[in-house]
């Protein structure tokens, strides 16, 4: 997926460069994705330089793939996208909005770009989602993009106090 850029005239998911760091700085202050997303606190500039790096780097060596999601007009960030494998036969999604670009449909639209370039150009069967109890509005995204519900892992994650949190699973196959 090296140098890949996906888009339907709506929202873009292309490389991370190094210079998106500031962009991901900004957004990470907002206190719902350090609530959801295992980030560090407090996020700093360099936490933001590190990320965008990494996901860059990894997203070129793979199997994982890691994306801005991006205006397609201004190519300003808008937020993150990243498929976690594939593993054998299996890979997971996640994702953030930056508060401004939230209540429009992107992330939506996002995931649905990275599960057709996934089952398009990858061995993945099982694409899942999975998100605190908490999260509706996350779980909205994943049943909008055609994930269905299935079901609820207990103590799936720790949280940052050390506290064992529930997980809901939403997950798609790649069609027979
Ligand atoms: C999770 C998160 C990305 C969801 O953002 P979002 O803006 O609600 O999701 P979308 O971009 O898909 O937008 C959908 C919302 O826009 C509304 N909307 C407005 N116009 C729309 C359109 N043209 N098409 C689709 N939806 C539209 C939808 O009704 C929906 O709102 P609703 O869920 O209240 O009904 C965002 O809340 C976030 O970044 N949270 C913090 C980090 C996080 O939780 N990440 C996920 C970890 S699992």
Request: glycine content about 10%; some cysteine.
């Amino acid at each position: 997926m090296t140098g890949e850029r996906l888009s339907d005239g709506v929202v873009t998911l292309r490389p991370w460069r190094h210079d998106d760091a500031p962009a991901v700085f900004e957004a990470c202050q907002d206190p719902e994705i350090p609530r959801f997303v295992p980030i560090p606190q407090p996020y700093t500039l360099g936490d933001a330089r590190w990320f965008v790096d990494h996901a860059a780097a990894g997203a070129r060596t793979g199997p994982s793939a890691h994306f801005a999601i991006t205006d397609p007009a201004t190519d300003a960030v808008l937020g993150a996208i990243s498929r976690h494998g594939p593993v054998g036969h299996r890979a997971s999604i996640g994702y953030w909005l930056a508060p401004a670009a939230r209540g429009r449909g992107l992330a939506t639209r996002a995931v649905r770009l990275l599960v057709a370039v996934t089952f398009g150009t990858t061995p993945t069967v099982r694409l899942e989602i999975s998100t605190d109890l908490a999260n509706e509005r996350s779980g909205r995204v994943a049943l909008r993009a055609g994930f269905q519900p299935e079901g609820i892992r207990r103590a799936w994650d720790i949280d940052r106090v050390g506290t064992p949190t529930d997980a809901m699973f939403y997950v798609t196959v790649r069609p027979a």
